[in-house]
């Protein structure tokens, strides 16, 4: 007898794991689907915000489309600062250290063009992250335009040579 109901509370409870995990894959999948799409409505819109930086360009438009373009990367690089101040799981030391590499240009372009913005601690939240990321090594080789800005501004010439940004004087 006790045999019995054992086997009915243990099929039982097999029963309602299994369907638990069940549940759990389903909800889980519908997840992780809705995730895909919000980043694929994401890269959309940044491909939408690409195609009117370029029409703006071929218009002639440069200034404007230096400002779109410095609003597309400021609002980028003001969202990993706050996920790298505020979010409590930081990215393992390699991704880390991938993505500073990768930020190294916005830092190199924000030392000859600062960040601005209304929002004061928007700005030294921006800039404190900046500060971490390692800068441009100074005895690599480099010819890439980023780095020709860079000479300039250590030059001392890029404010007479390269137009300034108009945003937030």
Do not use: H
């Amino acid at each position: 007898m006790k045999n019995k109901k054992f086997a009915v509370i243990a099929f039982f409870m097999i029963v309602s794991f299994g369907a638990g995990v069940f549940g759990g894959f389903l909800w889980a999948s519908r997840a992780f689907a809705r995730l895909e799409i919000a980043k694929e409505v994401d890269v959309a819109g940044q491909a939408a915000m690409e195609a009117s930086t370029l029409a703006m360009l071929r218009m002639n438009d440069t200034s404007n489309a230096i400002e779109r373009l410095e609003m597309q990367m400021d609002g980028a690089v003001s969202t990993i600062a706050a996920w790298d101040q505020f979010i409590r799981f930081k990215p393992d030391e390699k991704t880390r250290e991938w993505r500073d590499r990768l930020l190294t240009s916005v830092k190199v372009y924000r030392q000859s063009y600062p960040f601005k913005d209304e929002d004061t601690n928007t700005v030294d939240l921006v800039n404190s992250f900046l500060a971490k990321i390692p800068g441009r090594n100074p005895k690599n080789t480099c010819k890439s335009d980023l780095c020709r800005l860079d000479d300039l501004r250590l030059a001392g010439l890029s404010n007479n040579i390269v137009p300034t940004n108009s945003r937030l004087k």
